[in-house]
C-alpha cells in the first residue's frame, strides 16, 4: 500500500509541475497577480508530494520489499542499514527521484526566501522551474518507475544487492551531494530565462542569482572532492582523477560555474557583462544536463555510470534538446533587448573577471571536446572507436589553467573600472619573493624538473597572494594587532569566503604537483614473511585469513609497517566477493596516513610467486582534500555574507522607505 501510495504522490506531483508551469508564466504574461500568486503554493505542494513519493521508495528498501522491482535489483536482507538506504539512489531509477526531490526542494526555497523578488519575476522563475521538474517527473513516472512492482506469484525471496563498489560510506554523501550542484544551477538558468522574458538584468538580479550559484557550486565542489577520495581508497589502483567521461560530467559544470560567480559579481558592481552573465547560466545548467545524458544514456561505460536501455538514453536526449535548444533560441531572440552596461578599463578587477571567465569557458570547452569527441567518432564512424586519453586532457586543461592560477591572486588587488598593474604587483611583493624563492630550490629535489617547480611556486603563489591580500585588508601589520583581529572578525563573508576559496586552489595545486612529482610505486609478489622497502618504510607480508562480513566473504592481507625496524602499524587489504552479486569482487586499501603522506597498501591476484601486491606513498595527497575543503568552507562564509541573508535587502528597502523625506 505505502509503494502504491508513493506512485499516486509522484503522478500528483507531475500534475501539479504542469500547473506551476503553465498558470503563473501565463499569469506573468498577462499581468495577473492572482495567477502568479499560485507559483509558490504549487512549488511548496510538488516538494512535498515527492518527499512522500521518495519516503515511500525508502520504506520499501528498509522493509526489503522485493515485490518492487528496483529493490530487489538493487538491495539484500544482509545489507547494513546505512547501506539500504543508499541503496535508494545508488541505481538508475531510484538517483532519478533523488534529482527530482532536490530539483523540487530547490524550487520551494525558492518560494520561500525569495519574498523580496518582484512578482513577475518570482513567477517566471518557479515557471521555468517548473516546467524542469515535469520534463523530469514524465521521465520517471513513464520510463523510469522506481515502484515497478513484479508479479505476486514470482516474488523472489532475496534480492541482488548493491552494486559492490558503491557500498561505501562516501556513497552515502557524494550522490545527494552532487546532484545538489547540478540542480543547484536549474535555478541559475531559471532566473536567466525569466530576466530574457522580462527584458531587464541589473544589479539586483545579480544579487538574488549569486547566493544560487554560489550554494550550486559549494555542493558540487564537495561532491567532486569527496567523490576523489571515494576513487583513491576504493578502486585499489592509488589514482584520484582518471578523467574518465562521467567525472569529466561533473567537472565541465563546475567550471561553468566559477566562470558564472565571478560574472555575476561584474553585474552586481558594474552592472556590464549582462548578456555573457545570461549564457554562462545557460551553459551551466546545459552542462548538468549533459552529465546527465552522459551517465545515464548507455552511450558510455565507466564504474560511475548507470548502463541503461536506449528508450531511456533517447528519452533524456529529448530533455536535453528541449531545454538546452528552446533556452538558446529565447536568447537569440531576446539577448539583444538587454541594455549595455558600464564601461571599463582592460586593466581592472572587471577585466581580471573577464579574463577568468574566458579562461575558465576554454577550459571547459577542452573537456567537452575530449569527452564527447570519441562519441562523435563513433556515431559519425558508424562504430568506430578512438580513445581521448589523459594526455590530451593535461595538456590543454594544464595550458588553460596555468595563467589563471597566476591571476588568481592579482584580480582582488585591482580596483574598479580602472587599476594599475605595477601598483597591484607590488602589494604582492610578499607572495612574489615567497614563491621565486622556492623555484630553485624545487627543481634541485625534483631532479631538475622546472614543471614541478613551476606547478608549486604558482600554488605557493596563490596561497601567499590570498593571505596577502586578506592581510592588506585587516592592515596587519599596520595598526595594533587587536584592531587587526577586530577587521578580521567584521571581515564581509564574501571577502573571507574569497580568501578561503582562493587559497584552497593553492593547496589543491600543492598536493597535485608534490604527489605526482615524488609519488613511489611498487608492484611485486610477495609471500609471507617477505618485505619490501619503500620511501623509508619497511612493508612486510604477515598472512592472510578468511573473512565474513555481513553480505560478503573476503580474503584478507596482513602487512606490518616498520621504520627504522620498529612496527608503527598494521595495515589490512581486502579481497571482498559478494555473493549476491554473483561473486562480484572489490578490492578494500590499506591506508596509513601521515603528516608526510599516506601509505597505500592494495592487494591484487595469486600469481605463481605468491600474492600481487601495489603499494603507494602518495607524499602530501592530504593537501588536495584540504584544498576542497577550503573551497567549500569558502563557498560556505561567503553564503552566510549578511547581504545574502533572507530578508536582508527587503528589510533594508523598507527601512529606507520609512524614513521621512528631507
Same mark, same amino acid.
Given at each position: 500500500?505505502?509503494?502504491?501510495?508513493?506512485?499516486?504522490?509522484?503522478?500528483?506531483?507531475?500534475? @501539479?509541475?504542469?500547473?506551476?508551469?503553465?498558470?503563473?508564466?501565463?499569469?506573468?504574461?498577462?499581468?495577473?497577480?492572482?495567477? %502568479?500568486? *499560485?507559483?509558490?503554493?504549487?512549488?511548496?505542494?510538488?516538494?512535498?508530494?515527492?518527499?512522500?513519493?521518495?519516503?515511500?521508495?525508502?520504506?520499501?528498501?528498509?522493509?526489503?520489499?522485493?515485490?518492487?522491482?528496483?529493490?530487489?535489483?538493487?538491495?539484500?536482507?544482509?545489507?547494513?542499514?546505512?547501506?539500504?538506504?543508499?541503496?535508494?539512489?545508488?541505481?538508475?531509477?531510484?538517483?532519478?527521484?533523488?534529482?527530482?526531490?532536490?530539483?523540487?526542494?530547490?524550487?520551494?526555497?525558492?518560494?520561500?526566501?525569495?519574498?523580496?523578488?518582484?512578482?513577475?519575476?518570482?513567477?517566471?522563475?518557479?515557471?521555468?522551474?517548473?516546467?524542469?521538474?515535469?520534463?523530469?517527473?514524465?521521465?520517471?513516472?513513464?520510463?523510469? !518507475? &522506481?515502484?515497478?512492482?513484479?508479479?505476486?506469484?514470482?516474488?523472489?525471496?532475496?534480492?541482488?544487492?548493491? !552494486?559492490?563498489?558503491?557500498?561505501? &560510506?562516501?556513497?552515502?554523501?557524494?550522490?545527494?551531494?552532487?546532484?545538489?550542484?547540478?540542480?543547484?544551477?536549474?535555478?541559475?538558468?531559471?532566473?536567466?530565462?525569466?530576466?530574457?522574458?522580462?527584458?531587464?538584468?541589473?544589479?539586483?538580479?545579480?544579487?538574488?542569482?549569486?547566493?544560487?550559484?554560489?550554494?550550486?557550486?559549494?555542493?558540487?565542489?564537495?561532491?567532486?572532492?569527496?567523490?576523489?577520495?571515494?576513487?583513491?581508497?576504493?578502486?585499489?589502483?592509488?589514482?584520484?582523477?582518471?578523467?574518465?567521461?562521467?567525472? !569529466?560530467?561533473?567537472?565541465?559544470?563546475?567550471?561553468?560555474?566559477?566562470?558564472?560567480?565571478?560574472?555575476?559579481?561584474?553585474?552586481?558592481?558594474?552592472?556590464?557583462?549582462?548578456?555573457?552573465?545570461?549564457?554562462?547560466?545557460?551553459?551551466?545548467?546545459?552542462?548538468?544536463?549533459?552529465?546527465?545524458?552522459?551517465?545515464?544514456?548507455?552511450?558510455?561505460?565507466?564504474?560511475?555510470?548507470?548502463?541503461?536501455?536506449?528508450?531511456?538514453? @533517447?528519452?533524456?536526449?529529448?530533455?536535453?534538446?528541449?531545454?538546452?535548444?528552446?533556452?538558446?533560441?529565447?536568447?537569440?531572440?531576446?539577448?539583444?533587448?538587454?541594455?549595455?552596461?558600464?564601461?571599463?578599463?582592460?586593466?581592472?578587477?572587471?577585466?581580471?573577471?573577464? @579574463?577568468?571567465?574566458?579562461?575558465?569557458?576554454?577550459?571547459?570547452?577542452?573537456?567537452?571536446?575530449?569527452?564527447?569527441?570519441?562519441?562523435?567518432?563513433?556515431?559519425?564512424?558508424?562504430?568506430?572507436?578512438?580513445?581521448?586519453?589523459?594526455?590530451?586532457?593535461?595538456?590543454?586543461?594544464?595550458?588553460?589553467?596555468? &595563467?589563471?592560477?597566476?591571476?588568481? /591572486? *592579482?584580480?582582488?588587488?585591482?580596483?574598479?573600472?580602472?587599476?594599475?598593474? %605595477?601598483?597591484?604587483?607590488?602589494?604582492?611583493? *610578499?607572495?612574489?619573493?615567497?614563491?621565486?624563492?622556492? *623555484? /630553485?630550490?624545487?627543481?634541485?629535489?625534483?631532479?631538475?624538473?622546472?614543471?614541478?617547480?613551476?606547478?608549486?611556486?604558482?600554488?605557493?603563489?596563490?596561497?601567499?597572494?590570498?593571505?596577502?591580500?586578506?592581510?592588506?585588508?585587516?592592515?596587519?601589520?599596520?595598526?595594533?594587532?587587536?584592531?587587526?583581529?577586530?577587521?578580521?572578525?567584521?571581515? &564581509?563573508?564574501?571577502?573571507?569566503?574569497?580568501?578561503?576559496?582562493?587559497?584552497?586552489?593553492?593547496?589543491?595545486?600543492?598536493?597535485?604537483?608534490?604527489?605526482?612529482?615524488?609519488?613511489?610505486?611498487?608492484?611485486?609478489?610477495?609471500?609471507?614473511?617477505?618485505?619490501?622497502?619503500?620511501?623509508?618504510?619497511?612493508?612486510?607480508?604477515?598472512?592472510?585469513?578468511?573473512?565474513?562480513?555481513?553480505?560478503?566473504?573476503?580474503?584478507?592481507?596482513?602487512?606490518?609497517?616498520?621504520?627504522?625496524?620498529?612496527?608503527?602499524?598494521?595495515?589490512?587489504?581486502?579481497?571482498?566477493?559478494?555473493?549476491?552479486?554473483?561473486? %562480484?569482487?572489490?578490492?578494500?586499501?590499506?591506508?596509513?596516513?601521515?603528516?608526510?603522506?599516506?601509505?597505500?597498501?592494495?592487494?591484487?591476484?595469486?600469481?605463481?610467486?605468491?600474492?600481487? @601486491?601495489?603499494?603507494?606513498?602518495?607524499?602530501?595527497?592530504?593537501? %588536495?582534500?584540504?584544498?576542497?575543503?577550503?573551497?567549500?568552507?569558502?563557498?560556505?562564509?561567503?553564503?552566510?555574507?549578511?547581504?545574502?541573508?533572507?530578508?536582508?535587502?527587503?528589510?533594508?528597502?523598507?527601512?529606507?522607505?520609512?524614513?521621512?523625506?528631507?
Amino acid at each position: 500500500m505505502i509503494v502504491e501510495l508513493g506512485h499516486f504522490a509522484l503522478v500528483l506531483a507531475f500534475a @501539479v509541475a504542469v500547473y506551476q508551469t503553465v498558470v503563473p508564466l501565463y499569469g506573468a504574461m498577462r499581468g495577473s497577480s492572482r495567477l %502568479m500568486n *499560485v507559483a509558490a503554493p504549487a512549488a511548496a505542494v510538488q516538494f512535498v508530494l515527492v518527499m512522500i513519493a521518495f519516503a515511500a521508495l525508502t520504506w520499501a528498501y528498509l522493509t526489503s520489499d522485493f515485490s518492487v522491482v528496483n529493490v530487489w535489483a538493487n538491495s539484500h536482507t544482509a545489507k547494513p542499514l546505512l547501506y539500504k538506504i543508499t541503496g535508494v539512489w545508488s541505481n538508475h531509477e531510484g538517483s532519478m527521484l533523488l534529482w527530482v526531490l532536490i530539483l523540487a526542494l530547490f524550487g520551494m526555497a525558492i518560494a520561500i526566501f525569495s519574498g523580496n523578488l518582484p512578482q513577475s519575476l518570482k513567477a517566471r522563475v518557479l515557471g521555468v522551474q517548473g516546467s524542469i521538474s515535469v520534463a523530469f517527473l514524465l521521465y520517471i513516472t513513464t520510463v523510469s !518507475n &522506481p515502484f515497478e512492482r513484479i508479479p505476486p506469484d514470482r516474488v523472489p525471496m532475496q534480492g541482488r544487492g548493491i !552494486n559492490p563498489l558503491l557500498q561505501d &560510506p562516501a556513497l552515502a554523501f557524494h550522490p545527494p551531494l552532487l546532484y545538489a550542484g547540478y540542480v543547484g544551477f536549474s535555478v541559475a538558468f531559471s532566473f536567466a530565462l525569466a530576466a530574457l522574458m522580462e527584458g531587464k538584468v541589473d544589479a539586483a538580479w545579480a544579487r538574488w542569482v549569486r547566493p544560487w550559484t554560489l550554494a550550486a557550486w559549494m555542493f558540487l565542489t564537495a561532491g567532486i572532492a569527496l567523490g576523489s577520495w571515494w576513487a583513491y581508497y576504493e578502486l585499489g589502483w592509488g589514482g584520484w582523477w582518471f578523467w574518465d567521461p562521467v567525472e !569529466n560530467a561533473s567537472l565541465m559544470p563546475w567550471l561553468a560555474g566559477v566562470a558564472l560567480l565571478h560574472s555575476a559579481i561584474v553585474v552586481e558592481k558594474r552592472n556590464a557583462l549582462k548578456i555573457w552573465t545570461i549564457l554562462l547560466a545557460i551553459i551551466a545548467f546545459s552542462l548538468s544536463l549533459i552529465g546527465t545524458f552522459l551517465v545515464r544514456s548507455g552511450v558510455l561505460s565507466s564504474v560511475h555510470a548507470f548502463a541503461v536501455d536506449p528508450e531511456r538514453g @533517447v528519452f533524456i536526449l529529448m530533455i536535453l534538446l528541449f531545454f538546452i535548444g528552446g533556452s538558446f533560441l529565447l536568447y537569440a531572440a531576446r539577448a539583444g533587448s538587454l541594455k549595455t552596461g558600464g564601461l571599463f578599463a582592460p586593466v581592472s578587477r572587471e577585466g581580471a573577471l573577464v @579574463v577568468n571567465n574566458l579562461l575558465m569557458s576554454a577550459a571547459a570547452a577542452a573537456v567537452f571536446i575530449g569527452t564527447l569527441f570519441p562519441l562523435v567518432y563513433e556515431a559519425v564512424t558508424g562504430g568506430g572507436k578512438i580513445t581521448v586519453g589523459a594526455p590530451y586532457f593535461n595538456f590543454t586543461f594544464g595550458i588553460l589553467m596555468i &595563467p589563471l592560477l597566476v591571476l588568481i /591572486p *592579482v584580480g582582488p588587488m585591482l580596483s574598479w573600472k580602472r587599476a594599475d598593474l %605595477m601598483v597591484a604587483l607590488k602589494r604582492l611583493w *610578499v607572495a612574489a619573493a615567497v614563491s621565486v624563492v622556492v *623555484v /630553485p630550490l624545487i627543481i634541485v629535489m625534483a631532479k631538475g624538473s622546472i614543471l614541478a617547480a613551476l606547478g608549486i611556486a604558482i600554488g605557493i603563489w596563490i596561497i601567499a597572494g590570498s593571505l596577502e591580500e586578506m592581510a592588506q585588508r585587516i592592515k596587519l601589520f599596520r595598526c595594533p594587532l587587536g584592531t587587526s583581529l577586530r577587521r578580521l572578525w567584521n571581515m &564581509p563573508g564574501q571577502a573571507l569566503g574569497m580568501t578561503l576559496a582562493h587559497a584552497g586552489m593553492g593547496f589543491v595545486m600543492l598536493g597535485i604537483v608534490v604527489s605526482s612529482t615524488w609519488k613511489e610505486e611498487v608492484i611485486t609478489s610477495l609471500k609471507p614473511g617477505e618485505a619490501v622497502q619503500i620511501a623509508g618504510y619497511e612493508v612486510k607480508f604477515l598472512d592472510e585469513r578468511q573473512d565474513t562480513g555481513p553480505d560478503y566473504v573476503a580474503e584478507q592481507a596482513h602487512f606490518d609497517v616498520l621504520e627504522n625496524g620498529r612496527k608503527i602499524a598494521t595495515l589490512y587489504s581486502e579481497k571482498r566477493t559478494f555473493v549476491a552479486r554473483r561473486g %562480484m569482487p572489490t578490492t578494500e586499501v590499506g591506508l596509513l596516513h601521515f603528516f608526510s603522506g599516506d601509505l597505500y597498501v592494495a592487494i591484487g591476484d595469486q600469481d605463481n610467486r605468491g600474492r600481487v @601486491v601495489r603499494i603507494y606513498f602518495h607524499p602530501f595527497i592530504w593537501l %588536495m582534500w584540504l584544498g576542497g575543503l577550503l573551497m567549500f568552507l569558502g563557498g560556505f562564509v561567503s553564503l552566510m555574507d549578511r547581504r545574502f541573508r533572507v530578508g536582508v535587502p527587503k528589510t533594508a528597502r523598507d527601512r529606507l522607505a520609512a524614513q521621512p523625506a528631507e
